[in-house]
């Protein structure tokens, strides 16, 4: 019985005691009527007794089960800078080769950075295509670590020369406790991003500051309960019946890693052709894999041994963030997506997650709605472009510059785009 089942019957035992104890009053003593009415007496007095001891029983695990639960503190990468350093400090130029092990050191225990400030992310994305790493470094008088800022410099045969913190994930702007030092980074960018050497600078963070930023996008988080079954409850009906009419189809849900590739970009590749987007090389997904083993995981539905959807999950300390996921279109009408994320988000709670974060989002748009559903709710993105020649438009899909393309794209079968789609994309932030 669950406390509220309890307190009910309780309730009703001790409204009967009550009546039984009037009707004591209207009978002759020692009369059958008087004995069966002590009888009774006796059996609900019984089990008012049980009742109240599985009461004080539930009420206690209930109050373990609270003590037990870990904060939901949010990370704090998605909270304001406040502080200021207020001392004189110095922003230096690092070339990739010479980043010093003290930096991997700091941004591994500084709490507002991310995984995409791992040295693991900066070795991924120096051995792609079309980049170059540099790393703004921000030390104090005494020499010590105070910030830092990875910057990507892109030189691309389609779009030209570029520089981006950081192309192709969601995360990696300036690392930082304190607003002078933010400041200060960003305007070593302004600097060179003005200098006409580059078509434009972006910096892509969570942080507001004195300059003018694109406020377009937002990441969309939700806090993790102790077991699916509290999320169950508070997901709601509504959401759980959604994600239930896919069970019709008898679906099959796996998680892995690099064993489950060749089906994730199978779904992908396809999804990726029908939203009219250059598709990421395989390549690109295993070596991610590679790189970051214990902390990746593929997630894919099957629907008859083919795969219809799936996700692409990175954990960094008590988050799991899904960058990428894709749906084949008739695999909509089953509502596996819905099916989909329902078991990857009891996964990160079983993995003992306490946030999920579902990706980034154009406020208001369908996939910002289809995260608020679930309970996430969304943090502002602040994009900062500095040139000669400010326009607010950077080199990435969301562009309406690429309308067109992203038609002619549609149009193609999925095969060519798996050949040339990985030559374009890499050259998109």
């Given amino acids: ?39 009774q007496m006796q059996q609900v007095s019984s089990r008012v007794k049980e009742l109240e001891a599985e009461q004080k029983r539930l009420l206690n695990a209930e109050t373990e089960t609270t003590q037990a639960a870990p904060p939901r503190v949010l990370p704090a990468q998605f909270s304001a800078i406040k502080k200021q350093f207020g001392q004189s400090f110095e ?34 994305i120096s051995s792609q295509p079309h980049t170059t790493a540099e790393l703004l470094l921000a030390r104090d008088g005494k020499n010590r670590i105070i ?22 994930f969601n995360y990696g702007g300036p690392v930082t406790e304190y607003t002078d030092v933010f400041e200060a980074l960003l305007g070593v960018c302004k600097q060179e991003g003005e ?13 507001a500051s004195a300059y003018p930023s694109s406020t377009k996008k937002v990441s969309m988080l939700r806090a993790l309960p102790d077991t699916p079954a509290l999320f169950d409850e508070e997901v709601g ?3 759980r019946a959604q994600a239930k009419k896919a069970e019709e189809y008898r679906p099959r849900f796996k998680i892995g890693g690099k064993e489950l590739l060749d089906d994730f970009y199978t779904v992908f590749a396809r999804n990726m052709r029908d939203l009219g987007t250059p598709v990421n090389a395989k390549a690109f997904f295993a070596l991610l894999l590679d790189k970051l083993p214990e902390q990746t995981h593929i997630a894919v539905a099957y629907v008859d041994n083919r795969p219809v959807a799936t996700g692409f999950l990175l954990s960094h300390r008590n988050m799991m963030e ?3 996921a894709s749906t084949v279109r008739e695999a909509n009408k089953m509502n596996m997506n819905m099916w989909l994320y329902d078991n990857i988000l009891k996964f990160a709670i079983n993995k003992g997650m306490h946030w999920f974060d579902f990706g980034r989002s154009t ?18 993105h602040h994009w900062y472009q500095f040139s000669q020649h400010p326009s607010g438009d950077s080199l990435n899909p969301d562009n309406p510059k690429f309308k067109l393309a992203i038609g002619v794209w549609q149009r193609m079968p999925v095969w060519l785009t798996r050949k040339i789609g990985p030559y374009v994309s890499s050259q998109l932030p």
């Fill in 363 to 380: 406020q208001d748009a369908g996939t910002y709605r289809f995260k608020k559903q679930w309970g996430a709710e969304p943090y502002q």
């Fill in 322 to 324: 899904i960058p990428w």
């Fill in 147 to 168: 910030g830092g800022l990875p910057l990507i410099i892109m030189t691309t045969p389609l779009l030209g020369n570029f520089a981006v913190s950081m192309p192709f």
């Fill in 237 to 239: 009906a509504k959401v």
């Fill in 91 to 124: 922003v230096t130029r690092i070339a990739a080769a010479k980043v010093p092990d003290e930096w991997w050191q700091f941004a591994a225990q500084h709490p507002r950075s991310s995984v995409y400030h791992s040295r693991e992310i900066w070795e991924f």
């Fill in 195 to 207: 200098s006409g050497e580059l078509k434009y600078v972006e910096i892509r963070t969570l942080q």
């Fill in 1 to 39: 019985m669950d406390i509220d089942s309890v307190k009910a019957e309780l309730k009703q035992l001790k409204a009967s005691k009550g009546k039984i104890a009037r009707q004591f009053k209207t009978v002759e003593s020692g009369s059958a009527e008087h004995t069966a009415l002590i009888e």
